[in-house]
């Protein structure tokens, strides 16, 4: 897959980097607000590797003591569709139990891999397990969950951009945009 001009793959931009950064230190706010009563604060965990900018932007916005781990998760592979099929590639380094857990994720989508993840989280015995994710497509859930935060509602297109990627790629551009329908069609 070449991609000579990573911009002109863009149909539309859905988020700029100004809406992104005010609507992060909203959750951040809130995130702040809701933790403010626990003495040891909170840990982050980033789901690898979409979340990475989102996590790097709504940890600096969170204003408790907050310790970051990172998780890798696949169940998407290149494709456009979850398969379905959840597997740890790589486990946070830190021990979650009786730790609050924020699961940082770029999107909801099927829903199926948070669903998954926050019962083998669970098993962990943490003191709590809450999912903060940028982006939710409420229209594709397969299963029932939702975010306890949620930067913005998205309605059912693919998009990429601030860690969101397209075959891996894409994932640098500073906003979210909905790749065109020709990008993934020609492959
Ligand atoms: P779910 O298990 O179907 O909720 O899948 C969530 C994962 O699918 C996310 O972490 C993304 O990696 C990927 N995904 C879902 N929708 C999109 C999209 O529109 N663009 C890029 N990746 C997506
Ligand atoms: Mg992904």
Known sequence: MAIHNMRADIDHILLTEEDIERRVKELGAQITQDYAQYGDGVLILCILKGACMFFTDIARAIDVPVQLDFMGISSYGDAQK????????????????????IIAEDIMDSGLTLNHLTHLLSAREPASVRICCLLDKPERRECEITPDYCGFVIPNEFVVGYGLDYCGYYRNLP???VLKEEVYSKK
């Open 82 to 101: 979850t398969s379905g099929i959840v597997r740890i590639t790589k486990d946070c380094d830190l021990s979650i139990r009786g730790k609050h857990v």
């Open 175 to 177: 906003y979210v945009g």
